[in-house]
């Protein structure tokens, strides 16, 4: 028998080419390594305050999602040491389908009030896209049952993209370029039924262009998915986030989150349109199934969260954040400026500068991650920040200084 080759069982790789992906992308990996900036130990004082001891260094963390502060608050760590004591278990140790400990119902049905309609748990907002995009992509999510032609917008979150060969075993898998409304309905105009998937607030900074998504799923049908994990709790009365916030939700989208960001806890939340395919997501929906949820003190830590967003001090959190956001964006403008989201992007261009920069914030005290190929395009490398409600004005301007100290002398 002829031996095999690498040529003859090489697979299509139409969705992804870990050779390119890893060959173009490790080095960017490696040299933030080399200087420091990679795997760093530290004892936690606060989001402001990381001591790496062995190298006797402190500094701030300007990477953190946790854009409000909670994920230190006091009533946040009370809510899961008192789920522990309530529930006497780490977790059941089961599949929920099987079997729900009281208080994650409990929980579902609190997040369920909270957002105005029902709500899915899962252990992480990546199991949920896992789980959940194959769905749309059969078609069992929507009442006609029939596949749909699943368009990734290109900046979607690598979560989402990641499930792109699954959903292509099921249907039709398309790129769109970003927020063009264009492509979508012209994909639209060829296929009868359209799903697109996307950030609300993008990872590395930027909205998604909502109007005309609405527009385009009134005009066609459009089922749109929603990963709106960075701005969850920042905004909306109840903190539902960007999307949530501005719209009446349908049985032809639902959106996604983590609870690990600005929510303070951890796992991830589903606000489905319907509550008809409960149930259904449930039973059928890959790692919410087969496998664990969210362990016990993720949901009393959940339910901590939720008491906080019914109070007045999330209010003031956010007023504080957007403070915040409002001083970086006047002392050192960037392309995302004045969208009322927390992220912002630092571009320099190549992988080699955006290193160095971080490496230069890092020895000043402030640790803001380098991003590069396949995080951000090819040529398009530089440093992320995000802005938290728990820093102070004069924290913020003192690093805006750095950071144009820096610049200048780059």
């Known amino acids: 028998m002829e031996s095999s080759t690498a040529q003859n069982v090489l697979g299509p790789r139409q969705y992804r080419n870990n050779e390119k992906m890893i060959a173009l992308g490790d080095r960017g990996w490696l040299r933030a390594?080399?200087?420091?900036?990679?795997?760093?130990?530290?004892?936690?004082?606060?989001?402001?305050?990381?001591?790496?001891?062995?190298?006797?260094?402190e500094f701030m963390v300007l990477c953190s999602c946790s854009y409000l502060g909670?994920?230190?608050?006091?009533?946040?760590?009370?809510?899961?040491i008192d789920a522990l004591k309530e529930c006497g278990t780490t977790s059941l140790s089961l599949s929920t389908v099987r079997i729900r400990p009281n208080l994650l119902v409990r929980l579902e049905e609190e997040l369920s009030s909270l957002y105005g309609g029902p709500a899915v748990l899962g252990a992480t907002c990546s199991a949920l896209s896992a789980g959940i995009l194959p769905l749309i992509a059969s078609g069992h999510l929507t009442e006609d049952g029939k596949p749909r032609v699943m368009v990734f917008d290109r900046f979607c979150h690598f979560s989402m993209a990641y499930i792109k060969p699954i959903c292509g075993d099921?249907?039709?898998?398309?790129?769109?370029?970003?927020?063009?409304?264009?492509?979508?309905?012209?994909?639209?105009?060829?296929?009868?039924?359209?799903?697109?998937?996307?950030?609300?607030?993008?990872?590395?900074?930027?909205?998604?262009?909502?109007?005309?998504?609405?527009?385009?799923?009134?005009?066609?049908?459009?089922?749109?998915?929603?990963?709106?994990?960075?701005?969850?709790?920042?905004?909306g009365k109840?903190?539902?986030?960007?999307?949530?916030?501005?719209?009446?939700?349908?049985?032809?989208?639902?959106?996604?989150?983590?609870?690990?960001?600005?929510?303070?806890?951890?796992?991830?939340?589903?606000?489905?349109?319907?509550?008809?395919?409960?149930?259904?997501?449930?039973?059928?929906?890959?790692?919410?199934?087969?496998?664990?949820?969210?362990?016990?003190?993720?949901?009393?830590?959940?339910?901590?969260?939720?008491?906080l967003h019914r109070s007045p001090e999330l209010g003031q959190?956010?007023?504080?954040?957007?403070?915040?956001?409002?001083?970086?964006?006047?002392?050192?403008?960037?392309?995302?400026a004045g969208n009322g989201m927390p992220v912002r992007l630092l571009q320099v261009g190549e992988e080699e500068k955006a290193v160095?920069?971080?490496?230069?914030?890092?020895?000043?005290?402030?640790?803001?991650?380098?991003?590069?190929?396949?995080?951000?395009a090819k040529g398009e490398a530089g440093v992320r920040l995000m802005l938290r409600a728990d820093m102070e004005l004069e924290q913020v301007r003192a690093f805006c200084a750095t950071v144009k100290d820096i610049v200048a002398n780059f």
């Open 70 to 80: 909670l994920n230190h608050h006091p009533k946040i760590l009370q809510g899961a």
């Open 170 to 235: 099921e249907s039709l898998v398309l790129t769109s370029p970003h927020n063009d409304l264009n492509f979508l309905e012209d994909v639209c105009k060829k296929y009868p039924r359209v799903a697109y998937v996307a950030d609300g607030a993008y990872s590395m900074g930027g909205l998604t262009a909502l109007e005309g998504l609405l527009q385009l799923q009134e005009r066609y049908g459009l089922f749109l998915y929603f990963d709106d994990s960075h701005s969850l709790s920042i905004t």
């Open 238 to 307: 109840n903190g539902e986030g960007y999307v949530r916030s501005r719209i009446k939700m349908n049985p032809l989208t639902l959106i996604v989150a983590s609870l690990a960001k600005a929510f303070g806890a951890s796992g991830g939340v589903a606000m489905l349109g319907s509550d008809k395919i409960f149930d259904f997501v449930n039973r059928n929906g890959g790692p919410l199934a087969w496998s664990q949820n969210m362990q016990i003190p993720s949901i009393g830590a959940s339910l901590a969260s939720i008491a």
């Open 356 to 376: 160095k920069l971080s490496k230069e914030l890092y020895k000043r005290g402030y640790y803001c991650s380098a991003v590069f190929f396949p995080i951000v």
């Open 317 to 336: 959190l956010q007023e504080k954040l957007q403070r915040n956001i409002e001083c970086f964006d006047k002392e050192f403008p960037t392309k995302q």
């Open 33 to 57: 390594a080399e200087d420091g900036l990679i795997g760093i130990k530290v004892d936690f004082d606060s989001n402001n305050r990381l001591i790496d001891r062995q190298h006797n260094h």
